[in-house]
């Protein structure tokens, strides 16, 4: 073919598609092969994408696909000249030997979709970067969201032979058996959590609700002290709600022990100035990676996720918090997009393979008492799609200026049990530590 003229030809196989069509008809059990992959806008042909939707119509009504049936469903649907009429039809099984090849010739098929959507992206890329009313930005994120859709489009499911799945599962239980005492996930730091958790596992959706200043925050950054400062694994935080300079501050009242208010105002006595100087020492080579963008948009968090994961390592992720996260449909119900959120975060942690850990308000009816899975805010999606959902409660009206008990109420576990949790709070520095029994 010219070279001029390849290049205004979108790419097809023309060849494929009439192959992918004749297969079906003369094997229709290969339906449930390709019903996945293909859709009827994946074909170039007009002609074809018709045929293919009365295939995919017949196979919703339980119809045997064959030439008669394909031609009786174009026909009552009125199509039956736009699919190129009973000649084209009957000519489709002459194409093809036998539907043996059929998974070659729909990848061929679904290849092909894709370049044509490329160069369709890049042309509207193009003519987005000429147009200087739109901010480089906006163009950057609209083809970020376009290749990202892209290829959620082309992911299939995989089939697990139960085989496979045995003997990865004895490989993984007698890892654990020659492993006594150690966490099978990424350890919290509290030990009655960690030893019903067996850490927060990978590709798990943790939530962690309660109401405004019960101290979300305080609790994940505890975590996170013991994990990336203790324990020296990668850990990412995005803060949507706090700046990296609050969240520096916390962190070094909480590792120096010393009086956040003090820090705040610089009345600080020498013996502090040093204590926060040796916590600021030992933080410094800590592989901690915190993300302070305020209302930050979902696609925005999911291409961030992924570059800390594969340019840092990070083994675990925490969200502060849940509802500060923006969707592109702003317009649509909170619900809608809370649920929109939550699906997405449990997919990226299934992703990534790493324990995303979700920080969500509770409904305002739980205030002063104790939380339960009805009160999480925004969807119930939340509650169905996370793996863990645990409640934070303390009784933040009661006077004690040094110590406080505080709970944590593990209500949803699907891979464990559930139950409560006592550990400590300190509100001169805003930690949460183990009690003393639990230590």
């Known amino acids: 073919m010219d070279s001029s003229l390849q290049d205004k030809v979108p790419p097809h196989s023309i060849e494929a598609e009439q192959a992918v069509l004749g297969a079906l008809l003369l094997n229709w059990g290969a339906m449930a092969d390709v019903v996945s992959q293909l859709r009827p806008d994946r074909f170039y042909s007009i002609q074809n994408q018709t045929i293919f939707e009365a295939l995919l119509n017949l196979y919703a009504k339980n119809i045997q696909?064959?030439?008669?049936?394909?031609?009786?469903?174009?026909?009552?649907?009125?199509?039956?000249?736009?699919?190129?009429?009973?000649?084209?039809?009957?000519?489709?099984?002459?194409?093809?030997?036998?539907?043996?090849?059929?998974?070659?010739?729909?990848?061929?098929?679904?290849?092909?979709?894709?370049?044509?959507?490329?160069?369709?992206?890049?042309?509207?890329?193009?003519?987005?970067?000429?147009?200087?009313?739109?901010?480089?930005?906006?163009?950057?994120?609209?083809?970020?969201?376009?290749?990202?859709?892209?290829?959620?489009?082309?992911?299939?499911?995989?089939?697990?032979?139960?085989?496979?799945?045995?003997?990865?599962?004895?490989?993984?239980?007698?890892?654990?058996?020659?492993?006594?005492?150690?966490?099978?996930?990424?350890?919290?730091?509290?030990?009655?959590?960690?030893?019903?958790?067996?850490?927060?596992?990978?590709?798990?959706?943790?939530?962690?609700?309660?109401?405004?200043?019960?101290?979300?925050?305080?609790?994940?950054?505890s975590m996170m002290q013991h994990i990336a400062l203790e324990e020296k694994i990668p850990c990412g935080f995005f803060s949507l709600e706090m700046p990296y300079e609050s969240i520096g501050m916390r962190i070094l009242s909480q590792e120096a022990r010393v009086n956040m208010s003090r820090m705040r105002?610089?009345?600080?006595?020498?013996?502090?100035?040093?204590?926060?100087?040796?916590?600021?020492?030992?933080?410094?080579?800590?592989?901690?990676?915190?993300?302070?963008?305020?209302?930050?948009?979902?696609?925005?968090?999911?291409?961030?996720?992924?570059?800390?994961?594969?340019?840092?390592?990070?083994k675990i992720i925490f969200i502060d918090y849940i509802g500060l996260i923006s969707t592109e449909n702003s317009t649509a119900p909170v619900y809608e997009q809370m649920s929109e959120v939550s699906k997405s975060l449990k997919a990226l942690a299934r992703e990534l393979e790493i324990p995303i850990v979700a920080l969500c308000q509770v409904a305002r009816d739980a205030e002063g008492q104790e939380p339960n899975l009805s009160q999480l805010r925004g969807s119930g999606s939340i509650e169905q799609d996370a793996d863990v959902v645990m409640f934070l409660h303390r009784d933040r009206l009661k006077e004690e200026t040094n110590i406080q008990e505080a709970k944590i109420i593990l209500a949803k576990q699907r891979n464990g049990p559930t139950g409560d949790i006592k550990i400590m709070f300190i509100p001169s520095y805003s930690k949460f530590e183990n009690a003393a029994n639990d230590d």
Do not use: C
């Open 265 to 314: 105002s610089g009345m600080l006595k020498l013996e502090d100035v040093k204590k926060i100087q040796d916590a600021a020492g030992r933080w410094f080579d800590a592989p901690l990676y915190t993300v302070d963008t305020p209302n930050m948009r979902l696609l925005d968090l999911r291409a961030m996720a992924r570059r800390l994961v594969v340019n840092h390592k990070v």
């Open 65 to 221: 696909g064959d030439t008669l049936s394909l031609i009786n469903e174009l026909t009552v649907q009125g199509k039956l000249e736009a699919a190129g009429g009973t000649a084209y039809i009957a000519s489709l099984t002459d194409t093809v030997p036998s539907a043996a090849n059929i998974e070659y010739y729909a990848d061929m098929v679904l290849d092909r979709s894709t370049r044509r959507e490329l160069i369709k992206i890049s042309s509207e890329l193009k003519a987005s970067a000429f147009e200087l009313a739109t901010k480089a930005p906006d163009i950057l994120d609209s083809a970020e969201q376009k290749i990202f859709r892209l290829a959620e489009r082309n992911e299939t499911s995989v089939v697990y032979d139960v085989k496979k799945i045995m003997i990865r599962e004895i490989e993984i239980i007698d890892s654990r058996y020659k492993n006594k005492n150690q966490f099978t996930g990424v350890p919290t730091g509290f030990a009655k959590l960690d030893m019903m958790t067996s850490g927060f596992q990978k590709s798990e959706l943790i939530i962690i609700g309660a109401r405004p200043s019960i101290g979300k925050t305080a609790l994940a950054l």
